[in-house]
């Protein structure tokens, strides 16, 4: 593992590279990792870096959006086959016929959609920022896709807007239920309960914190509390049992594992750099349409 680790190092220096790694991948590709976060966070490095290649420890939709904002750098997805169940629900086709039911409306996409789908809307979103995003186009409806439990979640938080969804969701979220939060609540009382919003709104309504994987790590980073009840992907529990030792972490579930995020190894990541292989590429057309939404994002984000 060691000597993998170090040819991973050496390769990024030699080639101009770095590795960008979502919050839900295996622990141990940190070790190799140049920048660690959601997907807010990772957007925002891939547009500023520097690079000539990004190796992004993710899944495939992250890797498109950081070819969308950097097009001339070599993208790279260490496991080709590294999706997400939620960006699979909806298609171009389904997206247009969506805003044909509903004209004329601002239309938001949540990041964890295609650049095909980010094509054909007015601007993209994170859970870390969805908030603000709807916010700024002040308009009383508007349309949010794929993630219907985000956008609902959104709709409670702000008065007069009505989000008008899509029916996509993340499974892994999406499981989750009240009386997992009551029975959580029963079992450890007095415990923080810090919730992501791809969760149900009803399920959101009863954390003391709702908010983004950085979110939720900053929290707690930010909290007297020692312990923590965790409702996200294992991933998060696993960094933040790492960097809090003294504090006590518990996921909500042993359910909470994307299996698509947790496919990439360090063995693969020295392979695709290694040989540059499963290049990310995109019809120039769909990439500057889709650039249009996500650098608008980056732009109120800033």
Not at 18 to 39: K, P
Not at 119 to 139: G, H, P
Not at 175 to 182: K, L, P, Q, R
């Amino acid at each position: 593992m060691k000597n993998i680790i170090e040819r991973i190092k050496k390769l990024k220096q030699e080639k101009n590279a770095i590795v960008l790694a979502h919050s839900y991948q295996n622990i141990e590709i940190d070790e190799v990792a140049d920048f660690v976060g959601d997907s807010l966070y990772l957007s925002q490095k891939a547009q500023e870096t520097e690079a000539k290649i990004i190796v992004f420890a993710g899944v495939y939709f992250m890797a498109q959006t950081a070819k969308i904002i950097s097009p001339d750098k070599k993208v790279l997805l260490p496991n080709i086959n590294a999706g997400c169940l939620m960006a699979d629900m909806i298609d171009l086709h389904q997206m247009e016929d969506f805003k044909k039911q509903y004209p004329n409306l601002p239309t938001i996409c949540y990041i964890n959609s295609t650049a095909e789908v980010k094509s054909r809307c007015d601007i993209c979103c994170t859970s870390s920022n969805a908030l603000k995003i709807v916010e700024s186009l002040n308009a009383p409806k508007v349309l949010f896709v794929p993630d219907a439990n985000l956008g609902k979640w959104v709709e409670t938080k702000l008065k007069g807007v009505e989000v008008i969804t899509y029916k996509g969701n993340c499974p892994i979220h999406n499981n989750i239920t009240v009386d997992n939060i009551f029975n959580a609540r029963k079992e450890h009382p007095g415990t923080k309960i810090l919730i992501h919003p791809e969760c149900k709104p009803e399920v959101s309504a009863l954390g003391d914190y709702v908010g983004s994987t950085s979110g939720i790590i900053n929290y707690v980073k930010n909290s007297a509390d020692n312990k923590f009840i965790i409702v996200t992907e294992k991933g998060v529990v696993d960094r933040l049992k790492r960097d809090y030792p003294n504090k006590e972490f518990i996921l909500i579930n042993d359910n909470m594992l994307c299996e698509s995020m947790k496919l990439t190894t360090l063995e693969e990541i020295l392979y695709c750099l290694e040989n540059e292989t499963n290049e990310i590429t995109l019809d120039e057309d769909i990439r500057k349409q889709s650039a249009k939404c996500i650098e608008r994002m980056l732009e109120v984000s800033a």
